[in-house]
């Protein structure tokens, strides 16, 4: 299996020293005792652990070749030096998650999918705040809808796809689409790649799934 290393200083003054190789020997010892083939990497100089993981030049140009190239696995030497603060850490697995995108600390491979008390409570915070920003947005549509019908006496239909989009993105996303299928992309890789150039369901922020796209490529 195809997979591709994170690399990253906080400090200037790391770079040139032993940092870069002991991170490289760590990866390259757990791959080859997965049977993973590092195909690509990234190494971001100088980047603080707490900056998000679309702040970070290298980490962003990673993330668009695994989408552009159907490789899923990203391995880093450690969760901190994927990112040192624990709630850009989960943040930042959760957004590779939406594009199918497995990281592996190779010291800890368990560390994301694990049971730490800690991690239990970022999750949980995380989780009430989603749940929160979702009754909100429900509560607020349902008072737009009564106050509609209210003013007209009848309320407004459910949109279509294109309509919530717009004609000229939801267009421009068609022939993103067909041409990704034209190149073979699997229905996964579709949502991947569209999910990185903005494309995502309009309601939610999250990428299409595998049956969406299957319907817009009958559509298209």
Do not use: W
């Not at 190789?21 to 791959?31: F, N, T, V």
């Not at 190239?69 to 850009?88: G, H, K, P, Q, Y």
């Not at 349902?142 to 717009?166: D, H, I, Q, S, Y």
Request: hydrophobic share 35%.
């Amino acid at each position: 299996m195809k997979a591709v290393m994170y690399l990253r200083t906080s400090s200037a003054t790391n770079i040139g020293g032993d940092s870069e190789d002991r991170q490289k020997e760590a990866i390259a010892k757990y791959a080859d005792s997965q049977g993973y083939e590092i195909v690509s990497g990234a190494y971001d100089q100088a980047v603080k652990g707490s900056d998000s993981i679309h702040e970070r030049e290298g980490f962003a140009q990673l993330i668009q070749y695994c989408v552009e190239n159907d490789v899923t696995i990203i391995l880093c030497e450690n969760a901190s030096r994927f990112a040192r603060d624990v709630i850009v850490q989960e943040l930042g697995y959760r957004e590779l998650k939406k594009l199918n995108l497995q990281l592996i600390p190779v010291d800890a491979p368990d560390y994301f999918t694990g049971d730490s008390p800690s991690l239990n409570m970022i999750r949980q915070i995380l989780g009430a705040v989603s749940e929160f920003e979702k009754s909100n947005l429900v509560s607020k549509l349902r008072v737009a809808r009564e106050r509609m019908k209210a003013k007209t006496g009848k309320c407004e239909g459910r949109k279509n796809l294109k309509e919530l989009m717009g004609d000229t993105t939801f267009i421009n996303m068609i022939k993103q689409v067909k041409l990704l299928r034209k190149h073979n992309k699997t229905y996964a890789s579709i949502a991947r790649v569209l999910a990185l150039k903005g494309y995502c369901q309009p309601q939610t922020g999250r990428p299409f799934n595998q049956s969406q796209i299957m319907r817009l490529i009958k559509r298209g």
